[in-house]
């Protein structure tokens, strides 16, 4: 256990609290460019022979993953194709590279095939033969698979960062918390963790070069330390702060049946944010008024196509039979940080403000059609509400609802069941639906505040952006004007407004939001328990007054000033 | 040589995967293959070439063997076509 000289290191923002203590597991960051040099005329059989070899064993470790998902059984076929084998041979063979270079350029070619086809299916297979290729550069280079699904013991992963696509494929019985050099608190890999009521830090510097594979670590994501190697007394004193920290959070729950409501009498709803039908029944052994986000997003992340009408309807359907109260669907919201294993997005300059959401939604109405048959097919079968992320014009609001309408119309002539007065609302993240709120609010059934993109769009501060993350901070005088004036907006017209940002769980908020006139709150559930409880000790009209202080402040200082944060 | 006419009627076409059954089984033919496309000729025996054929679901292609056993590699490589490669 003693592998080495304890240090400590800290960061300021916890992304997701609890405390974990293991060994870490260092996700190394790869480099996969071709070596660059010659080989001479009597190196040709070796350097084939070692392209061979890594044809080989490339296909052995395909043909264990293929037992598992079909994606792999074509890849097999890939490895082993004659052309790129020829391809790369002969490149040896007349031009003396070596295998590294001959394997990077006959790839980079059969990848322009692939990228000048026509059919949208075809381009998106060069993803396949770069695959392809980094499994067989991986071999030839020596470096090991970053095969998360090897992870066979109980660590702290460590890495760079994490995409969707690594933690898909991760296999979370065995993670303990997470740690990241890179990204901000409501990056993808905090959302994860949280939902799984894992700790995890992230933005944590020099974190790559300070801890080593097989350090023993304790993660302490309550007041934001790592303590790498830690000495005896140390692990004893975090086994007790750890036991302390169980207890505290069973405490909260043991209350958490009771419901949020303030000590003069106002009521608010606590609902919980998910990513998956596992998320939903972990959510529901919680004391929670519904669902405020079902990010189904990640239906179709963690598969290799666009998931059908049928595929999502069984999602959705037990989604809806697992919760009793209200279950809020958004519409597909990828782009941005958020890429799919079968779709190939054109590189954007600014991914963000790009294509992303509702704007692929409206431009793909087949898929965004299965999508909402699914969700009214589910409304059947509980109190099921849509919503549309990345929201800017009435223009989108309008198409998105004829196509809604279209799919009502089809449902009834194919006979099928659905709440035909469902509620739709949309997601308030952008500046342009803040400064509308009013005429959404006409033209909607409720809002729901998104507090990480709205933050970031208000800003004008990139979120993944270790450089500025100082300079996110959703306390920010126009975040915190801009909450009000869409509640108050909501307000005028007599609909719910909630939020499903990261905003909504943290503590130190809780006094504005309630103030300000917050309907709903939505957050990880491991939360709730904690802000239910905030909220039961409150005062309605002491929060009011404070909020009312902090939205006329002129100051980031100011404002958390008056919310007694600093 | 020999040569037939066949519409490929598997419905996402040479695809990913079906074009990894055919290769597979043209893998093992001895004879020469060419599947023809309009003007477009691809060897089944390779993937890659293969789907860079973008072969897809209604078109009439025209399958060539020549060399050695071309009869019964033309049957096979028919049959693996009609059937619908395992789709």
Redo the contacts between chains.
Sequence with gaps: MWGGLMKTLSVDRIASKGIAMGNAYVLQKQDLSPENYEISANQIDSEIMKYDNAVKEAASQIEILAQKSDIFTAHLELVKDISLYGGVTNRIRNELQNAQVALDLTAAEFCAIFDSMEDEYMRERSADIKDIRNRLMRLLKGIGQTDLKSIQDKVILIAEDLAPSDTSSLNLDYILGFLTELGGVTSHVCIIARNLELPALVGVPDLLTSIHNDDFLILDAVTGKIIINPDDSTIHRYESLKQDYVNKRKELERSSFLPATTIDGRTVKICANVGNIEDVRKATTHHIDGIGLFRSEFLYMENSHFPTEEEQFTVYKEAASLCSSELIIRTLDIGGDKSLPYYKFETEENPFLGWRAIRISLELEDVFKAQLRAILRASAFGNVKIMYPMIISMEELNKANEILTACKCELEAEGLAFNPDIKVGIMIETPAAVLCAANFAKHVDFFSIGTNDLTQYVLAVDRGNKKISALYDSFHPAVVQSIKHIIDAAHAENIEVGMCGEFAGDEKATTLLLGLGLDEFSMAAGETANIKNIIRNSSYEKAKECAKRAAAAYTLQEVKKELSII | MVSQKITVTNK??L???P??EL??IA?TCKSNITLVKGEKSV?P?????L??G?I?CGDEIVVECDGENEEQDLKTIIDAISSGLGE
């Design positions: 996402s076409g695809h990913l995967r074009a990894g290769s597979k893998a060897n025996k390779s993937v890659l070439i789907m860079s973008g897809k």
